[in-house]
Nanobody, 123 residues
Framework: QVQLVESGGGLVQAGDSLRLSCAAS????????MGWFRQAPGKEREYVAH????????YYADSVKGRFTISRDNAKNTVYLQMNSLKPEDTAVYYC????????????????WGQGTQVTVSS
């Protein structure tokens, strides 16, 4: 079992930056691929980015490529999402997810989820 707790969300203006954190506990963090997803009201959960088990590879949705950066610190059991040049369309609840067998963009494949953190970007 893995427990995930997100933090760092908030209300910002367009063009601002935020850094989300996701602290993991319960199992060996480095054995898990980590993903960030988001969900806006009335919409399906959307892939944002993911990072492989030992941070060798990172991947991004086209909508955030060049603006967001995913990273992980296995010594701190934490994954981060640095979000720059935020846009109103980035407004959503952001979730981190973990899985020991899957590393990809399909949210249905991830076994463990945090409770989410709200990001609101005003225009």
């Amino acid at each position: 079992q893995v427990q995930l707790v997100e933090s760092g969300g908030g209300l910002v203006q367009a063009g601002d930056s935020l850094r989300l954190s996701c602290a993991a506990s319960g199992r060996t963090f480095s054995n898990y691929a980590m993903g960030w997803f988001r969900q806006a009201p009335g919409k399906e959960r959307e892939y944002v980015a993911h990072i492989s088990w030992r941070a060798i590879s990172t991947y991004y949705a086209d909508s955030v490529k060049g603006r967001f950066t995913i990273s992980r610190d296995n010594a701190k059991n934490t994954v981060y999402l640095q979000m720059n040049s935020l846009k109103p369309e980035d407004t959503a609840v952001y979730y981190c997810a973990a899985d020991s067998q899957y590393s990809g963009s399909n949210y249905r494949e991830y076994d463990y989820w945090g409770q989410g953190t709200q990001v609101t970007v005003s225009s």
